[in-house]
T-cell receptor
Framework: KQEVTQIPAALSVPEGENLVLNCSFT??????LQWFRQDPGKGLTSLLL???SQREQTSGRLNASLDKSSGRSTLYIAASQPGDSATYLC???????????WGAGTKLIIKP | DAGVIQSPRHEVTEMGQEVTLRCKPI?????LFWYRQTMMRGLELLIY????????DSGMPEDRFSAKMPNASFSTLKIQPSEPRDSAVYFC???????????????FGPGTRLTVL
């Protein structure tokens, strides 16, 4: 059974730092992996989606990588800003399955 | 595009009352998902529709929960009767493409925060 883990559960860093959020999954037979952002009391915003055949995706200051063989994905945030403070969730979609398997999220706080 | 639209954004009701949550998916999307999010359990998939047909409702917690999708632009999630343990944020999400076969990024609505007293 696929399990998705995000460590750490919470992270606090000073503004301006580059940082990496981690996501690991137990079964490498995935279709794609999606990173989301959730602000307190708000919905989920899709940040990046990486297909299983891709190694990375970039959007602005965000870069997501995928290493299927090791069951890992990272979300790199460059030059962090207070507005980046949110909970970041990763979700894996398995082959031929519509379901997303969710990590518990990493709560990120960027201190001004 | 307005994105996925959900209503109401907040609902406070008393135990035993019927609650109806509404969702309008992104135009052109043919897959729709209802999720529930709580602190204890995180995000749980309740039901999935493809082309207006319920494909998997195994996540629906009890018979008190029901969902319909009468057309491609509207879905409802109903709880009758509601109980305090149903208090959660309910999200609707939509995506395009056939399940498991093509690129399938899910886009989420803002959610409905339900409180059952």
């Amino acid at each position: 059974k696929q399990e998705v883990t995000q460590i750490p559960a919470a992270l606090s860093v000073p503004e301006g730092e580059n940082l990496v959020l981690n996501c690991s999954f137990t079964d490498s037979a995935i279709y794609n992996l999606q990173w989301f952002r959730q602000d307190p009391g708000k919905g989920l915003t899709s940040l990046l989606l990486i297909q299983s055949s891709q190694r990375e995706q970039t959007s602005g200051r965000l870069n997501a990588s995928l290493d299927k063989s090791s069951g890992r994905s990272t979300l790199y945030i460059a030059a962090s800003q207070p507005g980046d403070s949110a909970t970041y969730l990763c979700a894996v979609r398995e082959d031929s399955n519509y379901q997303l398997i969710w990590g518990a999220g990493t709560k990120l706080i960027i201190k001004p | 595009d307005a994105g996925v639209i959900q209503s109401p954004r907040h609902e406070v009701t008393e135990m035993g009352q019927e609650v109806t949550l509404r969702c309008k998916p992104i135009s052109g999307h043919n897959s729709l998902f209802w999720y529930r999010q709580t602190m204890m359990r995180g995000l749980e998939l309740l039901i999935y529709f493809n082309n207006n047909v319920p494909i998997d409702d195994s996540g629906m917690p009890e018979d008190r929960f029901s969902a319909k999708m009468p057309n491609a632009s509207f879905s409802t999630l109903k709880i009758q009767p509601s109980e305090p343990r149903d208090s959660a944020v309910y999200f609707c999400a939509s995506s395009s493409g056939l399940a498991g076969l093509v690129y399938n990024e899910q886009f989420f609505g803002p959610g409905t925060r339900l409180t059952v007293l």
